[in-house]
């Protein structure tokens, strides 16, 4: 005979001993739902929080970005006008 609890029989347990293991059977279930529940709460939070750090570190890495290529198109400027400077000294020293 299939047994609820180790030492009482189902087919003896009284219709009140039933509903009260089936009820703690369903808080049981309950609590460990809301367990679940919280964890997946913490992990959303956590997951929503590693999001926010990427967008600022990506955000960051734009202003880096933007930075270095304002850098480099100064650099390629000033480059460009020692080389038209040269050009022009070459251009006048070659008539004296």
Known sequence: TETLEPHIPSTLMSSA??????????????????????????AVQAQGEAIE???????????????????????VGTVNLILEGKQTFLLFSAFP
């Open 17 to 42: 001993t039933m509903i009260r293991c089936k009820l703690d059977l369903v808080l049981n279930t309950v609590n460990r739902l809301q367990k679940d529940v919280a964890a997946l709460n913490q």
């Open 53 to 75: 750090d990427l967008r600022v570190g990506l955000a960051a890495n734009t202003i880096r970005c933007d930075d270095m290529y304002m850098l480099l198109t100064n650099m």
